[in-house]
């Protein structure tokens, strides 16, 4: 079987989770493959790097970088002619669609649908674009993945229709790269987050400003994470407002491999996010030892189950609260990290890769199965 992969969304340092998901999930896959299985990576430089490198049962079809509306005619126009000329028998779309005029089955990864949630975020052609072709992606594919139960729920309430081919596979925390470290952190809170409106760091912001009117001395804040320039105009600015200037440092991306010191470092994760559909911070911090103060929204209960310190992103004064506990309460402090270890266990990228390769094996198989 040839599996083909639609990696021609993935941008370093653009994609945030959804890079992280692709490369975390085809390392864990290639082990995985049979015999007679290969993956043919279609994709564009400079996200070639992100993947696994061609030899062996992996191969690459490489296009030059394109210009995000190229790109997307070339999913649905270019892409069906590369598959047929690669022969690929089952074509995986982690890119929240599938390539509509493609002849092969498909299975779909849906990572997001915050084009339902958050559409005022997304420039007006994003959001029309998803608002059409998620559903008929849905609809399209013999198979659709979803991160987790909330979007899953999501989906379904959208597109009813999908309901019996629809999968939850959850993603997986690398817990061979995120360990603890010596001695445990302390030096600083931490957000590992884009800086859209949605992530709500303006509520940690305003919180920490409402902890320093109260004489807390809370350590500073790092945010990690894609930093647009108007978006981390506007956290300076509030920043400012809130008498913390020089106490909030927006550092932009990190080096993936740079990611399991800084949470060992950190005193505690903040993950105020409204809107998620996995949320694989909050797993990365307990799997390295880091305490997490997360929103109490969408997938993040889901993921965090009991191991975390559930909160409303929008209320400063109880985030406020929480940073507040978690940082004085040093039982708690231990209790969270105790559960955050055996929280990260139930989440592998192993699983994750042997549930997608039965689900695209299962589609190879009705295939064929319609053939004969």
Known sequence: M??????????????????T??????EAMVPRLGGSERLVLF?????????????????????PALPAAVRVAAEHLLLPVL??????DVLFCPGNAVSLLCGVPQVLALQSMHFRFVGGEMSAARRVYFRTVVPLSALRASRVLCMSEDL????????????????????????ARFTPGEGGGGGYLLCVSSLNRFKRVDSVVRALGRLRREGFAAPSLRVVGRADPPDARRIEALTVSEGLAGRVTIEG????????????????????SVVETFGLPPLEAMACGCPVVASDRTSVPEITGDAALLVDPDDPAILAAAIRRVLSD??????????????????????AAAETLA??????LGRTTVRR
């Open 359 to 364: 689900v695209l094996r299962r589609a190879m």
């Open 253 to 272: 991306p990190r080096p993936y491999g740079e990611l399991p010191e800084i949470y060992r470092r950190a005193a505690a994760l903040i993950y105020p």
């Open 21 to 26: 998901y692709l490369r975390n999930l085809l």
């Open 43 to 63: 994709c564009a430089d400079p996200g070639a790097s992100l993947l696994p490198p061609a030899g062996g049962a992996v191969d690459h079809r490489r296009l």
């Open 83 to 88: 598959v047929r000329r690669a022969r690929v």
């Open 152 to 175: 899953r729920g999501t989906l379904l309430a959208v597109c009813p229709r999908a309901r019996g081919r629809t999968h939850v596979v959850h993603e997986g925390a690398d817990l």
């Open 2 to 19: 040839r599996i083909g992969v639609n990696a021609l969304s993935v941008v370093p340092g653009r994609t945030g989770g959804g890079e």
């Open 330 to 351: 040093e039982g708690l402090r231990a209790d969270l990290r105790a559960r955050g270890f055996e929280n990260a266990r139930r989440f592998s990228w192993d699983r």
